[in-house]
């Protein structure tokens, strides 16, 4: 449980979490904005793996992922609602 807790904070404040949202916030597309954060989550679990597909655990990709396509996404809002006020 916590190597799953240590994993989720892990890629919030790593890559996937802070160039998901810069990335997000350049765009006002909701799907652009999480694509390009899930893109950031692929890249990010493989180079650490050193670009080797087998060192890749399916939960960290998985995770890595999710997060990526939720941050892109809130980056996206961000951008849709400041551009509103």
Known sequence: MLELLGTIGANII???GIL????GMMTRRLWLGGLMGAVVGVLETVIFAHWNFANVS????L???VI?????TL???IRIKGATV
């Open 14 to 16: 790593s890559l996937p």
């Open 75 to 77: 980056g996206s809002v």
């Open 63 to 65: 995770i890595a992922v």
């Open 58 to 61: 399916m939960v960290e990709l």
């Open 68 to 72: 990526g396509l939720c941050a892109g």
């Open 20 to 23: 998901g949202l810069a990335l």
